[in-house]
Each structure stands twice: as C-alpha cells, then as structure tokens.
C-alpha cells in the first residue's frame, strides 16, 4: 500500500505531531504482513515535531518504506532524533549591565 502524503494532506508542508499521528493511524491499519510506502512526494517541508512523532509511531514498524524523500526533509528526520544541545553556561549569564 502506497500513502502519499501530499495527497493525504493536501499541503506540501508537514508541521505538526497531529498530522503525524494520522500517519501513523492510517499505517496501523495495514496488516504487518503487508508493505507499506510512505511517498513523501512534492514534500517540501516537514518539521521537527512532525518528523520526531512519526519516526517515534513508527519505529516498531517493519512494514514501512520512505520514498521520494527530500534532501530537507531527510536531514530534518535525523535531527529530530538527536538530542538537543544545551548550553551550561550560557553568554548572557556572566554579563553586567
């Protein structure tokens, strides 16, 4: 089974945890027997929250394949997998006004 999620949405940009959660539904719905594309199609943008929701939902998933995903959208599903980085000491801290 095939999900284009352009298609699905309507939109060529994926912003938020709801829109991955419905993802996520519509693939729980395909029998783990059965594989399952999601084509990221005319995506242009997808965010942080939506990358991090959907690669979390579906991490248990063996059924599911990306295709036509962009450079963007690839680099933002790494980064929304790694921690991030806070500063301990940050440069406003030691200032005087």
Do not use: W
């Not at 352009?6 to 539904?25: G, N, P, Q, W």
């Amino acid at each position: 089974m095939e999900l284009k999620l352009h298609d699905m949405f309507c939109t060529s940009t994926l912003r938020d945890r709801e829109t991955a959660l419905s993802v996520i539904k519509a693939v729980s719905r395909v029998p783990e027997t059965s594989a399952v594309v999601l084509d990221f199609s005319k995506i242009i943008f997808a965010s942080r929250s939506f990358c991090n929701e959907l690669l979390i939902g579906l991490k248990d998933k063996k059924n599911v394949n990306f295709n036509n995903i962009s450079e963007e959208v690839k680099n933002m599903m790494i980064a929304s997998l790694k921690k991030p980085y806070i500063c301990s000491n940050p440069p406003h801290k030691n200032r005087s006004y």
